[in-house]
């Protein structure tokens, strides 16, 4: 599997950040007031992250992990740090880090053929195309495995019929990983396959769900006899398990921020928190001198830091083999319960001003953030099922019972595909 590659003679580090510096302030928009993840709010359909990665493309500054012959940079992680670390006060489009950069195209670059992965990584990594992963289903999305949306082949077409949630963005998206049953007859782990999916065909229905903060991010599709053309199989067909493992091994990676794909800071992750944010919350409200708030700006600041070193560490671990590549559980555990607890440190610093804000005060993003908290220990799999992972693939206890591991899939009681609502 190839998460990286570099050029025969790559660019040392140090002058590859000097050109980068330079570039940058050439080139880039800076950010004036606004936080990435702001704009991106802004830019709901992501037209201007587009915009965006193509300027980083034509530059020679997007896809820098991704090799050169699929439109990348061949460039080593060390490169991408550093070019994280000097894109810090520009406009960067980080809203297509994940899914699309580092989680599906990393996938596509292990599985994809030839022309598969001709085809679209030089247009992700340009901005062209915008993918996102269709998993969870209303059934359920722990069980992953266990999922009844299917697709019945017919000669070299196969037929897509079922429902997808919680997928985000995907109206401002262009292809989907979509993962299907395809064999009812062999046990649930064997007979899935994934798909690459033209998302705006006939066929294809898409509905946005209102949450509390007022976004439509996230959406549920309906599948009605969608057509899907054997080339677009990613990976062999029924052995799509594998395929998916490696996917949500790239899903934890991107999640806990070691994934080489990840570029321009304020992707999702610890390394988001940012201790100058809440000494300006907390010179707002004029508690900088409380020594509670100040306490508390500590432990953020605590966290980020540790969190930074144990992503770093086990990233190092993984690539020496020291730890199975499972151990992407630990960081990614550990980025959800930093994140809530920092969204609870941002409504202790607010204080009174969260639950009640002026129009444009700073308290109204961090009580809305305050809403998603949880999203973090679910998103990319929930903090219980990490704590699985990490119980049984990396240290070897004994595994979790499942009733329908050997069971032919249509031999598991389950629930039934879900059908659009008329
Ligand atoms: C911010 C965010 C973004 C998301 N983006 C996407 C996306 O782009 N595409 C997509 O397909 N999905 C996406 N999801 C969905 C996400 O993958 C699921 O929410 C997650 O896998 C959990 O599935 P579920 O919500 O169906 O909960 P369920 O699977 O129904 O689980 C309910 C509860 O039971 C617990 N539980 C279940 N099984 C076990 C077990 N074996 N042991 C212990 N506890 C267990 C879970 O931890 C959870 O607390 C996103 C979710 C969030 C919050």
Not at 71 to 75: P, T
């Given at each position: 599997m190839s998460t990286e590659s570099t050029t025969d003679a790559a660019e040392d580090v140090e002058s590859f950040r000097l050109r980068a510096r330079a570039w940058l302030a050439e080139n880039m928009p800076r950010i004036e007031g606004k936080s990435n993840a702001d704009i991106a709010r802004e830019d709901e359909n992501g037209v201007y992250a587009r915009k965006l990665q193509k300027i980083l493309f034509d530059g020679g500054f997007a896809g820098l992990c991704f090799p050169v012959e699929y439109?990348?940079?061949?460039?080593s992680l060390a490169h991408q740090r550093a070019f994280t670390e000097e894109s810090g006060p520009y406009q960067m489009p980080t809203v297509l880090n994940i899914p699309s950069l580092s989680i599906l195209g990393a996938t596509l670059l292990d599985f994809g053929t030839e022309a598969q992965k001709k085809r679209h990584l030089p247009k992700l990594i340009s901005g062209e195309e915008i993918w996102v992963q269709f998993l969870s289903e209303p059934s359920g999305g722990s069980d992953l495995a266990g999922l009844v949306t299917k697709a019945t082949r017919d000669g070299d077409i196969f037929h897509l019929n079922g429902s997808k949630i919680w997928s985000s963005g995907a109206f401002r998206a262009d292809y989907a990983l979509v993962l299907a049953r395809t064999n009812p007859e062999v046990p649930k782990h064997s007979g899935i396959t994934v798909f690459i999916l033209k998302i705006h065909q006939p066929g294809v229905e898409i509905q946005q769900i209102k949450m509390a903060t007022g976004a439509n991010e996230f959406c549920q599709e309906f599948f009605d006899d969608v057509p899907i053309p054997i080339e677009d199989v990613l990976g062999k067909i029924d052995d799509g398990w594998t395929v998916a493992s490696r996917l949500l091994f790239h899903e934890r990676d991107a999640m806990g921020g070691g994934s080489p794909y990840l570029s321009g800071q304020g992707q999702r992750g610890h390394g988001t928190s940012n201790r100058s944010d809440l000494i300006e919350l907390a010179e707002s409200n004029g508690t900088l001198g409380d020594p509670a708030i100040r306490q508390l700006i500590a432990e953020a600041k605590i966290n980020e830091t540790v969190g930074e070193q144990l992503t770093a560490r086990t990233a190092t671990a993984i690539k020496q083999g020291l730890v199975p590549g499972t151990a992407g559980s630990i960081p990614r555990l550990y980025s959800a319960m930093t994140s809530e607890r920092r969204q609870e440190i941002n409504l202790e610093i607010l204080g009174t001003a969260a639950p009640v804000w002026e129009p444009g005060a700073p308290s109204r993003q961090k009580s809305l953030d305050y809403l998603m908290r949880q999203g973090g220990s679910l998103g990319g799999g929930s903090n219980e099922m990490q704590r699985n992972i990490i119980s049984e693939r990396v240290l070897l206890m004994p595994r979790e019972y499942a009733a329908?591991?050997?069971?032919p899939f249509n031999e598991v009681l389950h629930n039934q595909t879900p059908t659009r609502p008329r």
């Open positions: 439109g990348g940079q061949g460039l329908d591991k050997d069971k």
